[in-house]
């Protein structure tokens, strides 16, 4: 159980372009969302947290222009990178949380490796 | 604020060694701990926790205990394979407040298992 579906897991594309990923959870209602981004050999940076229903809460340092999150149900977000520059290539996940509170563990999507060239 | 530090790597073991990955945490409420294994190219994979003082985790042979008087979660295991090569996070969940919820991990240890 606790499945998180997370796609695509490898992008390339040309700086400039937008890009979509999705974070579905498949078996259980994500209350909330998380995005994080992974650069390499490093730890997870935590971008934002996403509310179904409600606005993102970005973490600070985080541009919410350039990374827009949409959580428009329990089972599904998207975070769109907007016009992507090469600074922008790395490591996306996803991880999907049901009920609040902090024993709640996140589970996670299997990442997005974003490459802008 | 709230964090989590753990043991620097790489650690590289054989087959069947046993395996400590210390982790300690500072934090100003109640949190709940966390390990995650992370395989090459994938997401984060929950491989246990622990809610509250004294709790022990435990999955897959690897245990951890909820030290609140050490504040640690070190992860053990008696006996490593080589399919557990990974790298390990040890993370906190804070416990109360705006960012209840929110993940604090640690920079994470890579383990390499020879056969």
Redesign the interface.
Known sequence: GAVVSQHPSRVICKSGTSVKIECRSLDFQATTMFWYRQFPKQSLMLMATSNEGSKATYEQGVEKDKFLINHASLTLSTLTVTSAHPEDSSFYICSARTGTGSSQPQHFGDGTRLSIL | GDSVTQMEGPVTLSEEAFLTINCTYTATGY??L?W?VQYP??????LL?A?KADDKGSNKGFEATYRKETTSFHLEKGSVQVSDSAVY?CAL????GGS????I????TKLSVKP
């Open positions: 949190p709940s966390f995650y190219g994938e997401g984060l994979q929950l926790k809610t996070f969940s804070e416990g109360y209840q919820g929110n993940l991990f640690g920079k994470g």
